[in-house]
């Protein structure tokens, strides 16, 4: 049983930094292509960022170009988003998703595990 499993949510100010965290169990998570998506109230999912399973090619949102980071450690099955200078605008229900030997410019499109997500916060 595949299980992604976030953590690491949670309320702060805008200017703070967060890192979200999602641990895989139940798959051969070196073969995942790995991503963090979002979604706020009343707005479509936003792919944030994304990671390939060979760790030589990742992708951003606009909205993370700068400001978000996604690393991986195959080793621990974990998946992490470091977030920094978040805004108001970054409240929203943050989800990890797994796509074996996915795209990671199209991961949305693949066939993936989703977490159950985790709600992030940031007040003004």
């Known amino acids: 049983q595949v299980q992604l499993v976030e953590s690491g949510g949670g309320l702060v100010q805008a200017g703070d930094s967060l890192t979200l965290s999602c641990v895989a169990s139940?798959?051969?998570?070196?073969?995942?292509?790995m991503g963090w998506f979002r979604q706020a109230p009343g707005k479509e999912r936003e792919y944030v960022a994304g990671i390939r399973w060979s760790l030589d090619s990742t992708f951003y949102g606009d909205s993370a170009k700068g400001r978000f980071t996604i690393s991986r450690d195959n080793a621990k099955n974990l998946v992490s988003l470091q977030m920094t200078s978040l805004n108001p605008e970054d409240t929203a229900v943050y989800y990890c998703a797994g796509a074996k030997y996915g795209r990671v410019d199209r991961l949305a499109q693949e066939d993936a595990y989703w977490g159950q997500g985790i709600q992030v916060t940031v007040s003004s």
């Open positions: 139940g798959l051969t998570f070196s073969v995942y292509t």
